[in-house]
């Protein structure tokens, strides 16, 4: 138990000794967080903690499915079936609700698109996530081909997730709301790193697009993807299932409705009215007339290969990333953060293809 506060322990040069220092409390840095602590180690949290980043404004959506080519997405078999039993332990753990599973309605937007889904739907790989016909559409939608239910969906709220795990960390002393400066930490001679007053052992960066001006691991070519989340209200639809079709819904409350998404790779775009207008234009088609209540646009850390970045830095020891989780970070954490917890405990490797050393320094 810690007696003094960091206040104080500054004040007084009393140096502070943690195993893990987590940089960055999005998804990624706030789950890896929690697990190394539930694992016995002792973690110390630093982070803006700005409202505004990608995984505070995230919808959350947990899906599967990979639309264009209606395929399982990556290691989808294995991460899936198991989520919600994870979120459902650390809601018990933080006794808090945050994920929240639903049903989710694939609308066809043709006959070839409706052909397609059920001959994916036939391969056994598939048999457990994509249903034909099943479930049934709300009044008031337009559906003239038809309709599948994707299975093991559901909603995480990434802005209670995050603040849960916070206030957790804050409760121990262990959080600290601040801007990291990297010219402060410091490689010892007893294989230590030192922040100011504090020391550690390891030190995970988990920034999301703040890691491009990382010092250390700002060679990995982290491509930043702005996206916009808007909050639409209708007044003819009532589900309570995620629906979707090019862009999709989640059901909030009082007939509001969480909706999205677009995918600009140019972050310097600011026509956001219009692309904002081609999500409700898109939905006006399927779902109905929507009012617009409320906009957001950020930007996502996402990679070329469509893999995370994870692993210790090539050169200097002790420091390691945690990154790169893109769209399917609220799924991919189920899985690999566990995994980081175990690789940095030393009881396990990472997975191949997560590993940056596939990239040059």
């Known amino acids: 138990m ?44 630093i982070d803006h903690n700005n409202p505004n980043t990608s995984s505070r404004i995230a919808a959350g959506l947990v899906n599967p499915i990979v639309p264009k080519r209606v395929i399982l997405t990556w290691e989808g078999e294995h991460i899936f079936p198991k989520i919600a039993a994870y979120y459902s332990e650390i809601e018990q753990y933080l006794n808090t609700p945050f994920y929240y599973p639903m049903q989710m309605l694939q609308i066809h937007a043709s006959e070839a698109e409706r052909k397609l889904w059920e001959q994916q739907s036939e391969k056994p790989i598939h048999h457990d996530f994509i249903v034909p016909q099943s479930g049934t559409l ?53 294989n230590k790193w030192e922040y100011k007053n504090l020391s ?21 070519p982290l491509k930043p993807a702005t996206g ?23 059901p909030l409350k009082n007939n509001t409705f969480l909706a999205g998404s677009n995918f600009i790779h140019e972050p310097k775009n600011e026509n956001k009215a219009g692309e904002i207008e081609d999500i409700i ?41 945690y990154n790169g989780l893109g769209t399917k970070g609220c799924s991919l954490i189920t899985w690999l953060t566990p995994a980081m917890c175990k690789y940095l405990t030393h009881q ?10 596939r990239f040059l320094l």
């Open 281 to 321: 234009s898109g939905l006006n088609k399927w779902f109905g007339e929507v009012e617009l209540v409320n906009a957001d646009r950020t930007a996502r850390p996402t990679v070329v290969d469509r893999r995370p970045f994870m692993g210790e830095h090539p050169k200097q020891k002790g420091l390691f990333v």
């Open 228 to 250: 916009d989340i808007i909050t639409v209200k209708s007044d003819s639809i009532n589900s309570h299932a995620i629906l979707k079709q090019k862009h999709w819904t989640i």
């Open 348 to 357: 396990s490797s990472l997975p191949e293809e997560t590993l940056i050393q």
């Open 138 to 190: 709300p009044d008031g939608l337009i559906s003239h081909h038809g309709h599948c239910e994707i299975r093991h969906c559901g909603r995480l709220d990434t802005n209670a997730f995050c603040e849960a795990i916070i206030d957790f960390f804050k409760s121990k002393n262990a959080f600290e709301s601040a801007i990291f400066e990297y010219e402060n930490l410091v490689s010892t001679s007893s």
């Open 2 to 45: 810690l007696f003094f506060s960091f206040e104080l322990a500054a004040i007084y040069k009393i140096e502070l000794e943690f195993e893990f220092l987590i940089v960055g409390a999005g998804i990624a840095g706030c789950s890896l967080a929690l697990e190394l602590h539930r694992a016995g180690k002792s973690v110390y949290i």
């Open 200 to 220: 550690f052992d390891k030190i995970v960066f988990a920034e999301g697009v703040g890691l491009k001006q990382n010092p250390w691991f700002g060679y990995l």
